[in-house]
């Protein structure tokens, strides 16, 4: 059974970092494109970040220039380094895995916190 | 930015039909997608590229797509079908390209 396990989220200050991990397992990472969805206490989903197979990378308007998604594909793992966080930020921060040839989510994770606060 | 617009919540009593909508601009050129969102946790797929189930979804569980609107019905409700749905697509037509879920809507079993 494909496994997606987030880690890496906490309680961070305003303009602090984190960095966010997802570690995949029962399938193939490497022919895979991940991406990082998020979601504030109440709201909706809100999608973040997403890269390739081959280290592409796209960003929503909201984190570009702040958040970098990479991969490394020898430890099936996607990571999700975020700087000048703002408490906007705040929401479980869920790693998906794009299905096989479409444009929807096939898999997720359980999701990690992040807490923007002072 | 491409957005797309569902009813904040849905109340019906079991064994009825829940229709949930998600309305965009010219949504049926694109593939929509569903998910259900129980308290709590992950969301799951349950419709993908407009009309087709993942395994295990039951078949209660259908959609469909044409002009400004997309649909996913649940058909004979159960009070296990309670939770958050939302539609998502994928927008390559403006200029911020990315991955796109509606609003949300709540479905409650009476």
């Known amino acids: 059974e494909v496994r997606l396990v987030e880690s890496g989220g906490g309680l961070v200050q305003p303009g602090g970092s984190l960095r966010l991990s997802c570690a995949a397992s029962?399938?193939?990472?490497?022919?895979?494109?991940m991406h990082w969805v998020r979601q504030a206490p109440g709201k909706g989903l809100e999608w973040v970040s997403y890269?390739?197979?081959?280290?592409?990378?796209y960003y929503a308007d909201s984190v570009k220039g702040r958040f970098t998604i990479s991969r490394d594909n020898a430890k099936s793992s996607l990571y999700l380094q975020m700087h000048s966080l703002r408490a906007e930020d705040t929401a479980v921060y869920y790693c998906?895995?794009?299905?096989?040839?479409?444009?929807?989510?096939?898999?997720w994770g359980q999701g990690t916190l992040v807490t923007v606060s002072s | 930015s491409y957005v797309l617009t569902q009813p904040p919540s849905v109340s019906l009593a079991p064994g009825q039909t829940a229709r949930i909508t998600c309305g965009g601009d010219?949504?049926?050129?694109?593939?929509v997608h569903w998910y259900q969102q129980m308290p709590g946790q992950a969301p799951v797929l349950v419709v993908y590229?407009?009309?087709d189930r993942p395994s295990g979804i039951p078949e209660r569980f259908s959609g469909s797509n044409s002009g400004n609107t997309a649909t996913l019905t649940i058909s004979r409700v159960e009070a296990g079908d309670e939770a958050d749905y939302y539609c998502?697509?994928?927008?390559?037509?403006?200029?911020?390209?990315?991955?796109?879920f509606g609003t949300g809507t709540k479905v409650t079993v009476l």
């Open positions: 998906a895995r794009e299905a096989y040839g479409s444009t929807c989510f096939d898999y």
């Open positions: 029962e399938f193939t990472f490497s022919d895979y494109e």
């Open positions: 890269i390739t197979s081959v280290n592409t990378v």
């Open positions: 010219n949504i049926g050129s694109k593939r």
């Open positions: 590229g407009d009309s």
């Open positions: 998502q697509v994928r927008d390559t037509s403006s200029d911020h390209w990315g991955y796109v």
